[in-house]
Antibody, heavy 121, light 103 residues
Framework: EVQLVQSGAEVKKPGESLKISCKGS????????IGWVRQMPGKGLEWMGI????????RYSPSFQGQVTISADKSISTAYLQWISLKASDTAMYYC??????????????WGQGTLVTVSS | DIQLTQSPSFLSASVGDRVTITCRAS??????LAWYQQKPGKAPKLLIY???TLQSGVPSRFSGSGSGTEFTLTISSLQPEDFATYYC?????FGQGTRLEIK
């Protein structure tokens, strides 16, 4: 069974750093993209970025470029989403998902269970 | 940037109804569209990709159509478990969502 398991909920203060993880299993991790999607409380889905673990080719949405860093460690089939300095506005649920990319077409399946990040002083 | 506009944003329907959700793109996107279902407190689930290809395991009452700038997701006969929020996606853009509730 293809599965993505994300790290647990985090509570942080503004200005702190954070790295959350997403571990893939049940498939060849390096043969598929991994994407990250943000969902702020009560809001819709926002595409953040995507990485190809085989060669770490990474693409960001312009809205998130420079705000977060996406990385992957293919030796442990794990992708990461990282912040250097969190803001209260980073409070959200963050999902990782296996990505399919063909030219301009992309979709995600399956999705991880989500990691809730709360940033509050 | 491509914008995706879903309509309606909110839909009230009954079990057994046929419902259609529309996703309009601000420019032509060929058949590059996916649809997801999200239930409260759960991760999204892929229903359809490439505009009309049903993901494995998704009930056949779900169907997608369209190309260019106008796309539809149709549920032929609503079941109780179908009440959820639905999103379309193309590239780096998601639609704003359509919340489907029980009448």
């Amino acid at each position: 069974e293809v599965q993505l398991v994300q790290s647990g909920a985090e509570v942080k203060k503004p200005g702190e750093s954070l790295k959350i993880s997403c571990k893939g299993s049940g498939y060849i991790f390096t043969s598929y993209w991994i994407g990250w999607v943000r969902q702020m409380p009560g809001k819709g889905l926002e595409w953040m970025g995507i990485i190809y673990p085989h060669d770490s080719d990474t693409r960001y949405s312009p809205s998130f470029q420079g705000q977060v860093t996406i990385s992957a460690d293919k030796s442990i089939s794990t992708a990461y989403l990282q912040w250097i300095s969190l803001k209260a506005s980073d409070t959200a649920m963050y999902y990782c998902a296996r990505g399919f990319l063909t030219g301009s077409n992309n979709w995600f399946d399956p999705w991880g269970q989500g990691t809730l990040v709360t940033v509050s002083s | 940037d491509i914008q995706l506009t879903q309509s309606p944003s909110f839909l009230s329907a009954s079990v057994g109804d046929r419902v259609t959700i529309t996703c309009r793109a601000s420019q032509g996107i060929s058949s590059y569209l996916a649809w997801y279902q999200q239930k409260p407190g759960k991760a999204p689930k892929l229903l359809i990709y490439a505009a009309s290809t049903l993901q494995s395991g998704v009930p056949s009452r779900f169907s997608g159509s369209g190309s260019g700038t106008e796309f539809t997701l149709t549920i032929s006969s609503l079941q109780p478990e179908d009440f959820a929020t639905y999103y379309c996606q193309q590239g780096i853009t998601f639609g704003q969502g359509t919340r489907l509730e029980i009448k």
